[in-house]
Nanobody, 121 residues
Framework: QVQLVESGGGSVQAGGSLRLSCAAS????????MAWFRQAPGKEREGVTC???????SYADSVKGRFTISKDNAKNTVYLQMNSLKPEDTAMYYC???????????????WGQGTQVTVSS
């Protein structure tokens, strides 16, 4: 099993940037398809981006061109660089590990505790 711990959230003004980190332990991130999800109050959890073991990434349309997922296999850590942040990006952000980049949250068996991102206008 893999344990995931997110960090890097915070409050930022619109147009700003944040970098989230997801530190993995217990197993290598190379064994998993690693994803970032987010959930705003009163809304369903939605997929933001995912990276497969080979390093290919996919993104939700709402974040394409602004967010970038990456991973450092040596540090066993996955990152989410978020630029040009908008108030609608405000949410709890979760790191997840699974065996696919297809499908919704039910496809991911391991989750972090989340880190809050708040973007003010």
């Amino acid at each position: 099993q893999v344990q995931l711990v997110e960090s890097g959230g915070g409050s930022v003004q619109a147009g700003g940037s944040l970098r989230l980190s997801c530190a993995a332990s217990g197993s290598s991130v190379t064994n998993y398809w690693m994803a970032w999800f987010r959930q705003a109050p009163g809304k369903e959890r939605e997929g933001v981006t995912c990276i497969n073991p080979g390093g290919s990434a996919s993104y939700a349309d709402s974040v394409k061109g602004r967010f970038t997922i990456s991973k450092d296999n040596a540090k066993n850590t996955v990152y989410l660089q978020m630029n040009s942040l908008k108030p609608e990006d405000t949410a709890m952000y979760y790191c997840a590990a699974g065996q696919t980049c297809s499908g919704g949250p039910d496809e991911y068996h391991f989750w972090g505790q989340g880190t809050q991102v708040t973007v003010s206008s």
